[in-house]
Each structure stands twice: as structure tokens, then as C-alpha cells.
């Protein structure tokens, strides 16, 4: 029997203001995994409301209360590991391996967190005025709403909230609702069952179909006061024009096409396994995959070979043995997203070197030779296990393709000369550069985010304070102050 899944307001369980629910589906079974409660306008207005009721006590809580909360929340997180772990794959399909990755970057989260606690500091400024003291200070910005896509569900969910909170402010997750119970409901029992306040978290997702009026509903509320944004980039583009009309800060880490960078010189094993797990994690389905792979042409052929091999030697299937590999996609419009790139790149003279094929929607980690920089499986985000390689005459062609792409989130570089990486590294447009690394890398004490079309500003590390608390200047004059009139 299928799970039911209410939203979770003020510290209470509810059903959605209109009493409606929708099915969440296994992507490789098809069977229904869980019915949800459908969230509206008004759930949300009230999870709002209840946000901005808690702010006050909790703003005014002290840095080590709210340490301890997320530290306690981190051992509760690994309590409830296998619950994490199978629900994640049961309703996003990820492999087991991608599921635990994910629970362990959520624990190292919470910690983080536990660590920033005290750390939204200001300073004491000098002044020419005499007898002035200056200082600024920071405080909690408010309430904050978090939306998170379905890829990353667990690790992208609290991420958007995670860090907020710990500086003082309430929060909203609002998370996809083709992944509401692994990104949402479980996310909120993690936070009950902590002892979080009431009204410091609240989660609500919409019913299928409201996305855009959601959105429009959190831009627009007066006291939302920032919004973190995981998503597309037509959608996060929707989001920034909404803050633009509401004056309301948004940072958005939107897609990208990720490229990796193969030098002649790399050492060839680490080329093949870095590229191998930046692109097939998780079927392919992140922001920072691997999407396009670039190798110098020396060693062109070689590593096409060993890649292919590697990439073919990846078990498909089912998600819940321990040996898959790949596991299906999100859903048919994502299956065919993939399957059509795939089709025009051979149209217009790309090979197929394995893969090509699916089974449900289950789609074979496919090598593509032979690709041209105007394919779109080279210029827009395929979202899938696909990995189209270019080969290039030099490095001054390598950074050329690699910057010839609307997004900017991650970039990868092999090589075994560390002065010719890091020079590389400074040409590139990305927010993030990694050497004799995938571009998939992510640690939650880093600055996180990209440049060009994959967004603005930074989910994480210090200076995720930036962007989640108000930097306030304070002055009082020590003695009176003679005025001119």
C-alpha cells in the first residue's frame, strides 16, 4: 500500500488546504510510491505566516541553542539513514551508491552548520567624526524560502535551508513535487524529530502543474525576505525578473554544461575514472556533471577507448540491488529530452560508441564521438547519461570549447603539470575549477555557485552569511557632536 504524506506547518502534520493529494511514482517500477497532500497558495501564505510568527524567538536564540539543534540533527539524520537511503530510491530512482553519498554530505551539513553558528560577525570601523563609534553587525535577514529540485532532493533540500536557519532566519522548503517525500516530508520529520521549534521549518510543496504560481506567490510575499533557487535556468531567469519587481534578493544556482578538460599529459587512469563518476553519477541527472568532455588530441584515442570500456561495464537497472550503476530517470519528459539530443547529434554526424539505447526509462550510458560544437547535446543540458567527446589540437582550443557554452557552474582539468592546471584554471568562465578532478565535487564549507547563465551568488560555506543575513551599520557618538548648523 502507498505511503501518505501531509505537509508540514508549524510543527504540524496537515493535509493541503483544498483536501487534494497526487501520486508520487517509482521511476523504474512505475508503481505508485506515495500520495501526497497538494499544497496551495494559501498552505503556503500560512506556512509563511507561521515562518514570520517563530522569527523573533528564534532570531533572538542564542548561536549554541541553535548548534546543538543541528548537531542533534545530524545523528538523527543517520538514525533514520535507511529510511533516507530507500525512499530515495524508491522515488527518485538514484542508485544506492548516490543515495548514501547524499545522506553523508546531509551529516557533514548539519555540521557545518553547527560550526557557523557563531561565526555572522561584524567589526568595529574607524571614523572621522569625533567622538563617533561606528560598528556594523550582522542579522538574520527573516524569513527565507527554499526551493529545491528533484535531482539532489535530500542534499539540495537542506541545503536551502540548512545554513539560513543556523544565522537566525525561519525558512520555507518548498521542494519539487516529483520527489515531495525523500526532498520534503522526511526532511521535516528529521527536523521534528530533533526538536526544532515550530514554525522555524516549514514544508510545503505544490500539487502538479502549480510550480509558476507558487513561485510567483513566494516572490511576491512581503515578508519572504530571501530566496534560494536550485533549478533550471528559464526558471530561475523567471525567478530573478520576479526580485527585480519585488526587490528581493535571489540567489540561484541554475544549470550547466559542465566540461572536463583532458590534457595530453594526464595520467590516464585518473582521467577515465574522474570523468566516469562526474558524468554517470546519478545517471547523469546534476548540475555539475560532466556534459561534455574534452580531450587534447594526442591521447584522443586512447582514452575514447578506455572510457567506452569503463562507461560499458556500468550495470543498468534496478536501483534497489546494491551493484547498479545507473538507474532509470525522472520521468518520460526527461527520457525524452535525452533520447532526442542523442538522435539529432547522430543525424548530423556524431558516432555512437556505446550505449544509444533504453529500456522504460532506463537509459544506457552512451559515449558519443565525432560531435560538433553547435550540437545541442554540446550546447544545452542533457540532464542524462550521455557524454559527448571532443577532440581538440591544443590547450588554447581546449579552454576555447570549454568557454563556448551560455553556463559557467563547474569545470574539470586533468593534467599532470599543476602550474599549467591552475593558468587554465584562470581562463576558464565557471564559478568552480577543479584540478585532476570531475567537475562533480561539492563540500558544504565552499563557496558553491556559478557565473554566466548557471546563476549568482553562493549556497555555501561562509559565505552563504552573505547572502542569508543583513549587514547593519551602527553608530553612537561618545560625546556631543558640534553641528555646522
Same mark, same amino acid.
Given at each position: 500500500?502507498?505511503?501518505?504524506?501531509?505537509?508540514?506547518?508549524?510543527?504540524?502534520?496537515?493535509?493541503?488546504?483544498?483536501?487534494?493529494?497526487?501520486?508520487?511514482?517509482?521511476?523504474?517500477?512505475?508503481?505508485?510510491?506515495?500520495?501526497?497532500?497538494?499544497?496551495?497558495?494559501?498552505?503556503?501564505?500560512?506556512?509563511?505566516?507561521?515562518?514570520?510568527?517563530?522569527?523573533?524567538?528564534?532570531?533572538?536564540?542564542?548561536?549554541?541553542?541553535?548548534?546543538?539543534? @543541528?548537531?542533534?540533527?545530524?545523528?538523527?539524520? !543517520?538514525?533514520?539513514?535507511?529510511?533516507?537511503?530507500?525512499?530515495?530510491?524508491?522515488?527518485?530512482?538514484?542508485?544506492?551508491?548516490?543515495?548514501?553519498?547524499?545522506?553523508?554530505?546531509?551529516?557533514?551539513?548539519?555540521?557545518?552548520?553547527?560550526?557557523?553558528?557563531?561565526?555572522?560577525?561584524?567589526?568595529?570601523?574607524?571614523?572621522?567624526?569625533?567622538?563617533?563609534?561606528?560598528?556594523?553587525?550582522?542579522?538574520?535577514?527573516?524569513?527565507?524560502?527554499? /526551493?529545491?529540485?528533484?535531482?539532489?532532493?535530500?542534499?539540495?533540500?537542506?541545503?536551502?535551508?540548512?545554513?539560513?536557519?543556523?544565522?537566525?532566519?525561519?525558512?520555507?522548503?518548498?521542494?519539487?513535487?516529483?520527489?515531495?517525500?525523500?526532498?520534503?516530508?522526511? /526532511?521535516?520529520?528529521?527536523?521534528?524529530?530533533?526538536?526544532?521549534?515550530?514554525?522555524?521549518?516549514?514544508?510545503?510543496?505544490?500539487?502538479?502543474? #502549480?510550480?509558476?504560481?507558487? =513561485?510567483?506567490?513566494?516572490?511576491?510575499?512581503?515578508?519572504?525576505?530571501?530566496?534560494? @533557487?536550485?533549478? %533550471?535556468?528559464?526558471?530561475?531567469?523567471?525567478? *530573478?525578473?520576479?526580485?527585480?519587481?519585488?526587490?528581493? $534578493?535571489?540567489?540561484?544556482?541554475? +544549470?550547466?554544461?559542465?566540461?572536463?578538460?583532458?590534457?595530453?599529459?594526464?595520467?590516464?587512469?585518473?582521467?577515465?575514472?574522474?570523468?566516469?563518476?562526474? #558524468?554517470?553519477? =546519478? %545517471?547523469?541527472?546534476?548540475?555539475?556533471?560532466?556534459?561534455? /568532455? &574534452?580531450?587534447?588530441?594526442?591521447?584522443?584515442?586512447?582514452?575514447?577507448? $578506455? @572510457?567506452?570500456?569503463?562507461?560499458? %561495464?556500468?550495470?543498468?537497472?534496478?536501483?534497489?540491488?546494491?551493484?547498479?550503476? &545507473?538507474?532509470?530517470?525522472?520521468?518520460?519528459?526527461?527520457?525524452?529530452?535525452?533520447?532526442?539530443?542523442?538522435?539529432?547529434?547522430?543525424?548530423?554526424?556524431?558516432?555512437?560508441?556505446?550505449?544509444?539505447?533504453?529500456?522504460?526509462? %532506463?537509459?544506457?550510458?552512451?559515449?558519443?564521438?565525432?560531435? #560538433?560544437?553547435?550540437?545541442?547535446?554540446?550546447?544545452?543540458?542533457?540532464?542524462?547519461?550521455?557524454?559527448?567527446?571532443?577532440?581538440?589540437?591544443?590547450?588554447? !582550443?581546449? &579552454?576555447?570549447?570549454?568557454?563556448?557554452?551560455?553556463? +559557467?557552474?563547474?569545470?574539470?582539468?586533468?593534467?599532470?603539470?599543476?602550474?599549467?592546471?591552475?593558468?587554465?584554471?584562470?581562463? /576558464?568562465?565557471?564559478?568552480?575549477?577543479?584540478?585532476?578532478?570531475?567537475?562533480?565535487?561539492?563540500?558544504?564549507?565552499?563557496?558553491? *555557485?556559478?557565473?554566466?547563465?548557471?546563476?549568482?551568488?553562493?549556497?555555501?560555506?561562509?559565505?552563504?552569511?552573505?547572502?542569508?543575513?543583513?549587514?547593519?551599520?551602527?553608530?553612537?557618538?561618545?560625546?556631543?557632536?558640534?553641528?555646522?548648523?
Amino acid at each position: 500500500m502507498a505511503q501518505h504524506h501531509q505537509l508540514y506547518v508549524d510543527g504540524e502534520w496537515v493535509d493541503g488546504a483544498m483536501g487534494a493529494t497526487f501520486d508520487s511514482y517509482n521511476p523504474y517500477t512505475g508503481e505508485v510510491f506515495a500520495r501526497v497532500a497538494a499544497g496551495e497558495v494559501e498552505d503556503l501564505n500560512r506556512a509563511i505566516a507561521a515562518a514570520d510568527a517563530a522569527l523573533p524567538a528564534w532570531a533572538g536564540s542564542s548561536p549554541a541553542y541553535r548548534a546543538e539543534l @543541528f548537531l542533534r540533527a545530524a545523528n538523527v539524520l !543517520e538514525e533514520m539513514r535507511d529510511e533516507f537511503v530507500q525512499t530515495f530510491v524508491e522515488e527518485q530512482g538514484a542508485a544506492k551508491f548516490t543515495c548514501n553519498f547524499q545522506v553523508n554530505f546531509a551529516g557533514m551539513l548539519m555540521r557545518e552548520a553547527a560550526a557557523q553558528a557563531h561565526d555572522p560577525i561584524g567589526q568595529i570601523l574607524p571614523s572621522d567624526t569625533p567622538g563617533a563609534f561606528f560598528m556594523t553587525k550582522r542579522q538574520p535577514a527573516g524569513v527565507v524560502a527554499g /526551493i529545491a529540485p528533484w535531482n539532489g532532493p535530500l542534499l539540495l533540500g537542506l541545503r536551502a535551508v540548512t545554513l539560513p536557519m543556523v544565522y537566525g532566519n525561519t525558512t520555507i522548503l518548498k521542494p519539487s513535487s516529483e520527489t515531495p517525500v525523500v526532498g520534503g516530508a522526511l /526532511i521535516a520529520k528529521l527536523f521534528e524529530r530533533a526538536g526544532f521549534p515550530k514554525g522555524v521549518v516549514n514544508v510545503v510543496w505544490n500539487g502538479p502543474g #502549480k510550480s509558476g504560481e507558487f =513561485g510567483e506567490a513566494i516572490m511576491a510575499h512581503p515578508r519572504v525576505r530571501r530566496v534560494n @533557487f536550485t533549478g %533550471s535556468t528559464d526558471v530561475g531567469r523567471e525567478l *530573478g525578473i520576479l526580485g527585480g519587481k519585488y526587490l528581493k $534578493r535571489v540567489a540561484l544556482e541554475l +544549470g550547466g554544461k559542465d566540461p572536463c578538460i583532458i590534457l595530453r599529459d594526464a595520467d590516464m587512469d585518473t582521467a577515465v575514472n574522474a570523468t566516469c563518476f562526474g #558524468k554517470f553519477m =546519478g %545517471s547523469g541527472q546534476g548540475c555539475m556533471a560532466v556534459e561534455r /568532455i &574534452i580531450v587534447e588530441q594526442p591521447i584522443g584515442d586512447e582514452f575514447i577507448d $578506455r @572510457f567506452v570500456k569503463k562507461a560499458s %561495464s556500468l550495470k543498468v537497472g534496478d536501483p534497489r540491488e546494491d551493484d547498479t550503476g &545507473i538507474g532509470p530517470l525522472i520521468n518520460r519528459r526527461q527520457l525524452e529530452r535525452v533520447k532526442t539530443q542523442v538522435e539529432e547529434a547522430v543525424r548530423d554526424g556524431a558516432k555512437i560508441m556505446c550505449g544509444g539505447r533504453y529500456e522504460g526509462l %532506463s537509459y544506457w550510458p552512451t559515449v558519443l564521438t565525432d560531435v #560538433k560544437r553547435n550540437m545541442r547535446v554540446m550546447r544545452e543540458e542533457t540532464f542524462g547519461p550521455v557524454a559527448p567527446v571532443i577532440v581538440v589540437k591544443d590547450v588554447e !582550443e581546449a &579552454i576555447e570549447v570549454a568557454n563556448d557554452n551560455a553556463y +559557467g557552474l563547474s569545470c574539470g582539468i586533468i593534467t599532470r603539470d599543476l602550474q599549467k592546471g591552475l593558468a587554465i584554471a584562470d581562463r /576558464i568562465e565557471s564559478g568552480m575549477v577543479h584540478i585532476n578532478e570531475s567537475s562533480t565535487a561539492d563540500e558544504p564549507h565552499v563557496p558553491f *555557485g556559478g557565473v554566466k547563465d548557471s546563476g549568482w551568488g553562493k549556497m555555501g560555506g561562509k559565505q552563504a552569511a552573505e547572502e542569508f543575513t543583513e549587514l547593519r551599520w551602527i553608530t553612537f557618538q561618545t560625546s556631543p557632536r558640534q553641528y555646522p548648523l
